[in-house]
């Protein structure tokens, strides 16, 4: 008795899966597969590939096939336990991605099968073959829109843009300033500031081959290039070059970006959206009380959820797509990576080195 009743979760999972291939079959798609992770800890031990279920939609619903999914540096912080935003367990990883329609509800009015959509709701676990999700929480973007770009239309260049729009009021000649400008956001924060026609002033360190770095971000469209230790010595503002910035973006932390802060206009921003350097940021008196300068955070999470169905939000997905279908706004450098093989994107992704910031993204089938 004990032997058959151990047999039917067996036969039951066997049945379930025949169910799913059947599927998927007439969807004509290969068997659905995730990622899934049941405990925080280090990626590499606690993600693993499961089978996946598919379903029919409901009548406010869509099947879609992901494309490609990105591996984000929070998205390694999630499954860490590291990052504020906490999905429940087990969790299936990832919060952007692109994919394309497969089937589509009963109501649902404004896509067909074949449309490509990002998904817009954070933590729905992108890092899976197939996802059954509401029509409202999709947005379908135009297939001449590159995968990769759409792949990550959510976060570094949404992020890049409400930075840019929402602490000051910039015009055509202001400048910003900004460190980890090699990150994937800072190459965002170059590309708009030239479209817009504002000046950058980009912050990074020093490296074997530094000049070939300024090449690539001034070929982008930065102003002017400086390494930490330039930064500390330049002449730039005092020369008149370039107007004293009206706007500090800091990724770094620690004296980075107290070196940064030292070069704003009176009563200017710095927005800290990360800390790479892991090190505090320290606001000198001084710069408080006789320069009155603003020390603000950003969390593009945070204004997701709050903007969920504003104006606002749908307004700057249209100006980004516009700018990156017109050639105005290009990806990062990146590099695909088959599903299957994740881990190489989860090493990868945790040992970030290189002269640029390099994006790895999952490729599905």
Same mark, same amino acid.
């Given at each position: 008795?004990?032997?058959? =009743?151990?047999? %039917?979760?067996?036969?039951?999972?066997?049945?379930?899966?025949?169910?799913?291939?059947?599927?998927?079959?007439?969807?004509?798609?290969?068997?659905?597969?995730?990622?899934?992770? @049941?405990?925080? /800890?280090?990626?590499?031990? %606690?993600?693993?590939?499961?089978?996946?279920?598919?379903?029919?939609?409901?009548?406010?619903?869509?099947?879609?096939?992901?494309? %490609?999914?990105?591996?984000?540096?929070?998205?390694?912080?999630?499954?860490? !336990?590291? &990052?504020?935003?906490?999905?429940?367990?087990?969790?299936?990883?990832?919060? +952007?991605?692109? /994919?394309?329609?497969?089937?589509? !509800?009963?109501?649902? *009015?404004?896509?067909?099968? !074949?449309?490509?959509?990002?998904?817009?709701?954070?933590?729905?676990?992108?890092?899976?073959?197939?996802?059954?999700?509401?029509?409202?929480?999709?947005?379908?973007?135009?297939?001449?829109?590159? %995968?990769?770009?759409?792949?990550?239309?959510?976060?570094?260049?949404?992020?890049? &843009?409400?930075?840019?729009?929402?602490?000051?009021?910039?015009?055509?000649?202001?400048?910003?300033?900004?460190?980890?400008?090699?990150?994937?956001?800072?190459? =965002?924060?170059?590309?708009?500031?030239?479209?817009?026609?504002?000046?950058?002033?980009?912050?990074?360190?020093?490296?074997?081959?530094?000049?070939?770095?300024?090449?690539?971000?001034?070929?982008?469209?930065?102003?002017?290039?400086?390494?930490?230790?330039?930064?500390?010595?330049? =002449?730039?503002?005092?020369?008149?070059?370039?107007?004293?910035?009206?706007?500090?973006?800091?990724?770094?932390? /620690?004296?980075?970006?107290?070196?940064?802060?030292?070069?704003?206009?009176?009563?200017?921003?710095?927005?800290?959206?990360?800390?790479?350097?892991?090190?505090?940021?320290?606001?000198?008196?001084?710069?408080?009380?006789?320069?009155?300068?603003?020390?603000?955070?950003?969390?593009?999470?945070?204004?997701? +959820?709050?903007?969920?169905? @504003? $104006?606002?939000?749908?307004?700057?997905?249209?100006?980004?797509?516009?700018?990156?279908?017109?050639? +105005?706004?290009? /990806?990062?450098?990146? +590099?695909?990576?088959?599903?299957?093989? =994740? *881990?190489?994107?989860? $090493?990868?992704?945790?040992?970030?080195? !290189?002269?640029?910031?390099? *994006?790895?993204?999952?490729?599905?089938?």
């Amino acid at each position: 008795m004990t032997k058959l =009743y151990t047999k %039917v979760p067996l036969l039951t999972n066997f049945i379930k899966n025949i169910a799913m291939t059947s599927y998927a079959k007439r969807l004509n798609c290969t068997a659905p597969q995730k990622l899934l992770y @049941s405990e925080y /800890g280090d990626p590499l031990k %606690v993600v693993n590939l499961s089978p996946a279920e598919l379903r029919d939609p409901q009548p406010d619903e869509v099947v879609v096939k992901l494309l %490609v999914a990105p591996v984000n540096p929070a998205d390694i912080n999630t499954i860490q !336990g590291k &990052y504020p935003s906490k999905p429940a367990l087990p969790a299936v990883p990832g919060n +952007e991605g692109v /994919g394309q329609v497969i089937k589509v !509800g009963a109501n649902v *009015k404004d896509l067909v099968e !074949g449309d490509h959509v990002v998904p817009l709701r954070q933590n729905l676990g992108t890092w899976q073959t197939h996802l059954v999700l509401s029509k409202d929480i999709v947005l379908k973007v135009p297939q001449k829109l590159g %995968v990769i770009e759409a792949a990550t239309l959510t976060v570094n260049p949404c992020t890049a &843009y409400r930075m840019l729009r929402d602490f000051t009021e910039l015009k055509p000649g202001d400048s910003v300033i900004q460190n980890g400008s090699n990150s994937a956001c800072g190459q =965002y924060i170059i590309q708009i500031c030239r479209s817009w026609g504002i000046r950058t002033i980009n912050i990074i360190r020093d490296r074997p081959n530094v000049s070939d770095l300024k090449a690539y971000l001034t070929n982008l469209g930065a102003t002017h290039v400086l390494t930490e230790e330039e930064l500390r010595t330049t =002449y730039i503002f005092k020369s008149g070059q370039i107007n004293k910035p009206k706007l500090a973006l800091n990724c770094v932390g /620690g004296k980075n970006a107290l070196e940064c802060s030292r070069h704003l206009q009176n009563g200017s921003p710095m927005v800290t959206y990360g800390g790479m350097s892991r090190e505090p940021l320290s606001v000198p008196t001084a710069a408080l009380i006789f320069k009155d300068l603003q020390f603000r955070g950003f969390w593009m999470t945070r204004w997701s +959820e709050k903007n969920a169905t @504003s $104006i606002d939000r749908f307004e700057m997905y249209s100006e980004l797509i516009s700018m990156m279908t017109s050639n +105005e706004l290009h /990806g990062p450098s990146y +590099e695909l990576v088959d599903f299957h093989n =994740y *881990k190489e994107a989860l $090493i990868n992704t945790l040992t970030i080195k !290189g002269m640029i910031g390099k *994006k790895y993204l999952l490729k599905f089938d």
